[in-house]
């Protein structure tokens, strides 16, 4: 998903900027669109503060923020440790926030 928006946008004309933290599959996209790469953790609010004061310090502003990133981990819920939990948890809900 997250790969095809930054297609989509790229074609479109925008300048778009791609925070993922796999580095392989990240500047395989941003070498094919154009794309500026950052790396890092999303659950890391830190990081994503730097990022985005990093991004708004060279480009001005940020007209369009699309929220992809998103883990599972497959095992039953009363298979799910915590440390998995808190792992979800901070990706899918504390990523997007920061």
């Known amino acids: ?3 095809a928006t930054v297609r989509a946008l790229a074609l479109a004309g925008a300048q778009v900027n791609l925070i993922d933290i796999d580095r392989k599959g990240a500047e395989g996209i941003a070498q094919e669109t154009g794309s ?10 830190e990081f994503c503060d730097l990022t985005i004061n ?3 310090d060279s ?7 699309v929220n992809a990133a998103g ?6 819920a009363l ?3 915590d440390d998995n939990w808190k792992r979800i948890m901070a ?7 920061f």
């Open 91 to 97: 990706v899918n809900v504390d990523g997007v926030f």
């Open 1 to 3: 998903m997250g790969a």
């Open 36 to 45: 500026e790469v950052f790396i890092g953790d999303v659950s890391n609010s």
């Open 59 to 65: 480009q001005g502003q940020i007209d369009i923020l």
């Open 79 to 81: 298979e799910t440790n």
């Open 54 to 56: 990093s991004i708004v």
């Open 71 to 76: 883990i599972i981990l497959r095992a039953d």
